[in-house]
């Protein structure tokens, strides 16, 4: 096998498209896991705000 420039540049070139992909692969990846954590905290702060608003009887029901 002969290894002349051009190949070292398409080596080269593919191995850092291969890391390119990589990198927006593990972004993606970290953009959904905070969609997901913001979703879970806004629905954490919907249930505080429904759980805080006192009943009919001006109590406030707790469960364990």
Do not use: C, F, W
């Not at 890391?19 to 879970?40: F, G, H, P, S, W």
């Amino acid at each position: 096998m002969t290894v002349n420039a051009q190949s070292v540049v398409r080596m080269v070139e593919s191995s850092m498209q291969a890391e390119r992909t990589r990198a927006d692969m593990a972004v993606a990846v970290l953009d959904k896991a905070q969609n997901i954590t913001r979703q879970q905290g806004e629905a954490m702060v919907q249930l505080i705000e429904q759980a805080g608003s006192p009943t009919d009887t001006g109590h406030l029901d707790v469960y364990a």
